[in-house]
T-cell receptor
Framework: AQSVTQLGSHVSVSEGALVLLRCNYSSSVPPYLFWYVQYPNQGLQLLLK??????LVKGINGFEAEFKKSETSFHLTKPSAHMSDAAEYFC??????????FGTGTKLQVIP | DADVTQTPRNRITKTGKRIMLECSQT?????MYWYRQDPGLGLRLIYY???????NKGEISDGYSVSRQAQAKFSLSLESAIPNQTALYFC?????????????FGEGSRLTVL
């Protein structure tokens, strides 16, 4: 069994401030982990993925995430928020048999 | 053109009607999925198919059925729609060869059941 918990359904940051979106996972097998972004009225697109190589993963648009096995976490960060980062972000885990389980999502608001 | 295409993009229907949502892909992936998105609940897996002859229930399959007509086509049916099936539905694909589980999504089908 696998699951993902995203802490905070809504996060607000000022433009230029650090973005930190939290994700904790549970998996009975070594996990693959993902962050997806959904802009309004669009489908989901991949931001970044962890597939057991480097624990610090860099993605698109300046985002990165660090896999911490001891904390079962995969938090998403960006040093400086931009207005275009306003979207909903989903953490996801792939456990056994390629089934992917999503978290409940975090809506990021960027305040000018 | 989009690699994963869903039709219709928007549909309003009445309780008890049969609805089909269609998905086609040009990515050449063998694995296809249907997810449902509800506010505050994230995405939940309805059905998935690893090839034309392999179809599996996800976590919320009750009230839904699927058909994998070809490697590139995967349809979701609501035999008798009910209001709590009002949601945004996504089709997704993944590549068996890379085996990471990375999903490629369509743009979604918004269904409203009155």
């Amino acid at each position: 069994a696998q699951s993902v918990t995203q802490l905070g359904s809504h996060v607000s940051v000022s433009e230029g401030a650090l973005v930190l979106l939290r994700c904790n996972y549970s998996s009975s097998v070594p996990p693959y982990l993902f962050w997806y972004v959904q802009y309004p009225n669009q489908g989901l697109q991949l931001l970044l993925k962890y597939t057991s190589a480097a624990t610090l993963v860099k993605g698109i648009n300046g985002f990165e995430a660090e896999f911490k096995k001891s904390e079962t976490s995969f938090h998403l960060t960006k040093p400086s928020a931009h207005m275009s980062d306003a979207a909903e972000y989903f953490c996801a885990v792939r456990g056994g048999y390629q089934k992917v389980t999503f978290g409940t999502g975090t809506k990021l608001q960027v305040i000018p | 053109d989009a690699d994963v295409t869903q039709t219709p993009r928007n549909r309003i229907t009445k309780t008890g009607k049969r609805i089909m949502l269609e998905c086609s892909q040009t990515k050449g992936h063998d694995r296809m999925y249907w997810y449902r998105q509800d506010p505050g609940l994230g995405l939940r897996l309805i059905y998935y198919s690893f090839d034309v002859k392999d179809i599996n229930k996800g976590e919320i399959s009750d009230g839904y059925s699927v058909s994998r007509q070809a490697q590139a086509k995967f349809s979701l049916s609501l035999e008798s729609a009910i209001p709590n099936q009002t949601a945004l539905y996504f089709c997704a694909t993944s590549d068996r060869d890379t085996n990471t589980g990375e999903l490629f999504f369509g743009e979604g089908s918004r269904l409203t059941v009155l």
